[in-house]
């Protein structure tokens, strides 16, 4: 028992307290000191475990827990926010899908006006040319029946002076208007 107390108060002390069975033993390999190094290190032990299974150990537990909240918040409202985005991106694609078409049905419209006004003004410059046109025959016809008009009278009155220079006789203008007539309609039929 007295090597028990020995080596509880050299535990304690941490002083080496030398017997005389082995002076040149290292402590902790001398076989009297084991049962007080046992008891050390069970005594040791069971604060410690105590200490950890009382204080530490839940608090690390809290701390991970709270850190696996945490991250399965984290995740969430990723998760969230993940369909928040595919559901606008999926509406800004449908915008764009119903512009495209409201775009596509005005420029349809707008063509299709535009070529309305375009016909429409083409049928007004054709009716304007048409009628210049007509009004521009009528006047070539007019031009043309005066012209032979005066065909007509300047043949007559150059025949009746060649007829008078050739023959020396006088013609009426009637006489030589009935020959110039017979001389066109035989040409035309022949």
Known sequence: M???LLGVVAATTGEFIPTAAA?????PFDPRTFSAQLFWLA???GALYFLM???ALPRIGEVIEERRDRIQRDLDEAARMKMETDAALKAYEQSM???????????KETRDKLAAQTEA???RVEAQLNAKLVETEKRIAETKTRALTSVDEIASS??????AALTGKQVSADEVRQALAKTRAASRAG
């Open 2 to 4: 007295s090597t028990l």
């Open 23 to 27: 002076p040149d033993a290292f402590p």
């Open 121 to 123: 003004e083409r049928h």
């Open 43 to 45: 005594l040791s032990f």
């Open 53 to 55: 299974a009382r204080i």
């Open 158 to 163: 150059t025949a009746a002076d060649v007829v």
């Open 97 to 107: 899908a119903d512009a495209r078409g409201k775009a596509q049905g005005l420029a």
